[in-house]
């Protein structure tokens, strides 16, 4: 049986951790735990290493850093194109269709 492939929110994947180890605590089997998720075992593992341990407004903290790193990241490729345009310019290389701004 496929299951229908679906994204998860942080959020969404810690409540379902949490879920999950209330009921491992209570005696189930993984495998029966992650039936109930509707998770595979390698994505409960995945979820652990990635998330084991966060509380939901860790994983809301995470993704406004990953969201400013993804920013900052941009702006500094932005700045070393000037840059380099500017050292270009600098070096008295001329512009020419092939090469442009």
């Not at 379902?16 to 735990?33: N, P, T, Y």
């Not at 932005?78 to 380099?84: G, I, N, T, W």
Request: aromatic content about 2%; some cysteine.
């Amino acid at each position: 049986m496929t299951r229908k492939r679906r994204r998860h929110t942080p959020e969404q994947i810690i409540r379902k951790l949490e879920e999950g180890h209330r009921q491992l605590a209570a005696g189930k089997e993984l495998e029966e735990v992650c039936r109930h998720l509707e998770i595979a075992e390698s994505t409960w593992h995945r979820w652990l290493a990635q998330y084991g341990g966060m509380k939901a407004n860790d994983a809301k903290r995470l993704r406004e850093l990953e969201g400013e790193n993804a920013r900052l990241k941009k702006l500094l490729a932005e700045a070393e194109l000037d840059k380099s345009m500017l050292k270009e310019l600098a070096e008295g290389k001329p512009l020419t269709p092939t090469r442009p701004l």
